[in-house]
């Protein structure tokens, strides 16, 4: 490999603009994470994780959410919150 090809593999990915739409919507609630190509397994979702507010999940990491329930959407975007109630996280894109 070289020097290019390791820097490039060692950058995270870039916040898809997506998500820095949704990300400027007023949703009423702490946003611990935004969503992209979410496919929905029965009550929870499996997405790439985007601007996680604990700072934990880097960008573009996969993540598994614990069940979760639609609160609301917007501009095309869905805001869900795990059955809990602790966490709360945008859907940006879903698989079909």
């Not at 995270?12 to 992209?36: F, R």
């Not at 573009?60 to 869900?80: D, E, Q, S």
């Not at 059955?83 to 945008?90: E, W």
């Amino acid at each position: 490999m070289t020097n290019k090809q390791i820097i490039r593999l060692a950058q995270p990915p870039a916040v898809p603009p997506l998500v820095l739409v949704a990300s400027n919507i007023d949703w009423g609630v702490s946003v611990d994470a935004y969503l992209c190509s979410a496919a929905r397994i029965g009550n929870r979702y499996a997405a790439e994780a985007f601007l996680d507010r604990s700072g934990v999940i880097n960008d573009g990491m996969t993540v598994a959410t614990p069940p979760v329930t639609v609160l609301m959407h917007k501009n095309g975007f869905m805001l869900v919150r795990s059955q809990c109630l602790k966490d709360h996280y945008v859907i940006v894109t879903e698989h079909s």
